[in-house]
């Protein structure tokens, strides 16, 4: 599978959704970056390639997430 592939799966969606709760139990969401705004988007540190977005201990491991607001993820 290639990575936009890989963003339409149900393991994405799931390990997405369950960083996003973390973030809301711990500080109301907000963004990882600029701890001023709401987070918005689950970011990769390593970013996902063709290749990497195939091995689940980089595409799925909440250790290589955060969650920006989106004008720290742009």
Same mark, same amino acid.
């Given at each position: 599978? $290639? @990575?936009? @592939?890989?963003?339409?799966?149900? #393991?994405? %969606?799931? #390990?997405? @959704?369950?960083?996003? $709760?973390? %973030?809301?139990?711990?500080?109301?969401?907000l963004c990882e970056v600029c701890h001023d705004e709401p987070g918005r988007i689950v970011h990769h540190k390593i970013w996902l390639?063709?290749?990497?977005?195939?091995?689940? #201990?980089?595409?799925?491991?909440?250790? $290589?997430?955060?969650?920006?607001? @989106?004008?720290?993820? $742009?």
């Amino acid at each position: 599978m $290639n @990575q936009k @592939q890989f963003y339409k799966t149900p #393991a994405w %969606r799931k #390990a997405r @959704q369950a960083y996003i $709760n973390t %973030r809301l139990a711990i500080d109301g969401g907000l963004c990882e970056v600029c701890h001023d705004e709401p987070g918005r988007i689950v970011h990769h540190k390593i970013w996902l390639d063709d290749v990497n977005c195939n091995d689940p #201990a980089i595409s799925l491991n909440p250790d $290589n997430f955060m969650y920006e607001c @989106q004008n720290c993820h $742009n």
